[in-house]
């Protein structure tokens, strides 16, 4: 898998680098995002980016909103259609229905690497954006399971990054289960959103 283009590495120590456009640095007030992410294995970096990602991603979203005068209602105090314990929620149960329909980690080392590379892509695509139509779509169907109703731009969007935390923790349990250390990060997840092991999700 190549090197994300927000990642860099310079002396072991990597670090996320998001260049902010240029018609949204007087809204932002800089002019890239930048986070050191320490002396970590390559793996662990990528997810890193992978998080940091999403994280600039709508930030962008939410003064290109303001650039173009749509308001999603990012940031504002007003309540949206859904609470931020309702999205938690959406993104728990999203998240253990992937791992229920997860198959076994494959018994051969090549099947394990495709498996594990596999992951890897995936969460690449996933951390592209949160303007992203399918994915948005993907976050309207999974609130309508759970009955939850995006009434604004905003509720689309916050509902949409809940979405991309929980494929991303997904894809990361998976890479780490094709390396065979499925068992730890069952019981420790990679993100903090995701305290509670899986298998107690509602």
Sequence with gaps: MSKPQRLFCRGGRWTFRAYVPEELRPIIGKREIWK???TISHREAVRLSHIESVKADTLFAEARAKLTGVDTG???????????ADLQQLARSYLYSLERQTPPVPFSQEEREARRDAADDQAAAIAQGIDDAGLQSLAKAAAQERRLRLIDGR???????????????????????????????????????????SRQLP
């Design 155 to 197: 509720d689309i969007l916050r509902a949409t990054e809940a979405l991309q935390r929980a494929l991303l923790e997904h894809y990361a349990r998976d890479a780490d289960g094709a390396e065979l250390k499925e068992e730890r990060v069952r019981e420790t997840p990679r993100s903090p959103a995701f305290k509670e092991p």
């Design 36 to 38: 050191s992410l320490g």
């Design 74 to 84: 990012i940031g504002h105090d007003e309540p949206a259609g859904v609470s931020d």
